[in-house]
């Protein structure tokens, strides 16, 4: 993939992405917008493009969860205990969550989605998730400018690559700590309804 070829061809369209891209998949937005900073794109514009493309999709995100209190069965299932101490670990640790949301992929829409869903404070959302945005989108861009002045012409072959191998390893490891957390759970379960002899 030759993005300076793509950036010197159509450089709005890459800049479209970059706005667009976040709303589809955020890890792979930031690693094409710093990429295409380091290969003939203004990496200013890239850089508040991104940020701009972030802040959107999250928002969006709270306000899919603030919306899916017009459906009956989502008011019902907020009721549920479990739910409800949910409700309290996210208001009560706001900042903590959406800090981790931001750094932690995979974590994103979920608790993007219950920061509206549980009614958090719009404000303090979009503080956090623009605050957030910047100094992701910042320490992403740092890296790769550093590396692409150490590597040269390789950097723009191989860091992107790099970057989204590390993306899908760490969702890779969410999800079997997730799928044997499930399995441990329902063992447990399943003992405890076993009768004792």
């Given at each position: ?91 009560k640790r706001l900042g903590m969550t959406l ?99």
């Open positions: 993939m030759d993005f300076a070829h793509l950036v010197s061809a159509s450089p709005w369209g890459v800049y479209l992405l970059i706005i667009i891209t976040p709303f589809i998949q955020e890890d792979t937005a930031v690693v094409g917008a710093a990429t295409a900073s380091i290969s003939g794109a203004n990496p200013v514009a890239c850089y508040l493009l991104l940020v701009l493309g972030i802040t959107g999709s999250d928002l969006f995100k709270y306000w899919i969860g603030r919306a899916s209190h017009t459906f009956a069965w989502t008011r019902r299932m907020t009721q549920r205990p479990d739910v409800l101490a949910a409700r309290e670990r996210v208001l800090v981790v949301a931001r750094f932690v992929p995979g974590t994103r829409i979920p608790l993007f989605v219950a920061s509206g869903l549980f009614h958090a404070s719009f404000g303090r959302v979009a503080a956090y998730v623009i605050g957030t945005a910047f100094i992701y989108a910042g320490i992403i861009f740092a890296v790769f400018h550093a590396l692409g002045a150490a590597m040269g012409e390789e950097a723009r072959r191989t860091l992107p690559f790099v970057a989204l191998g590390i993306v899908v390893l760490v969702m890779a490891i969410q999800f079997v700590h997730s799928a044997l957390a499930r399995r441990a759970a329902l063992r447990l379960s399943a003992a405890s309804r076993e009768p004792m002899s």
